[in-house]
């Protein structure tokens, strides 16, 4: 896990960052039960773009 944290580290800053988040929520009832189910999501995405110069 180290390397590649250190393998990022070495990368210049990236160009575009890109942040997603999501939620979910379930409910279902009947006479003598409920339940409920929740969800959340992350997307995280960076961009390096190489230098035309």
Do not use: C
């Not at 896990?1 to 890109?18: C, H, K, Y």
């Not at 979910?24 to 409920?34: E, Q, W």
């Amino acid at each position: 896990m180290s390397q590649v944290v250190e393998a990022f580290r070495e990368l210049n800053e990236p160009d575009e960052i890109g942040l997603e988040f999501g939620l979910d929520f379930k409910t279902s009832a009947n006479v003598f039960v409920l339940t409920g189910e929740a969800r959340a999501t992350f997307k995280l995405s960076l961009k390096w773009t190489r230098d035309k110069g």
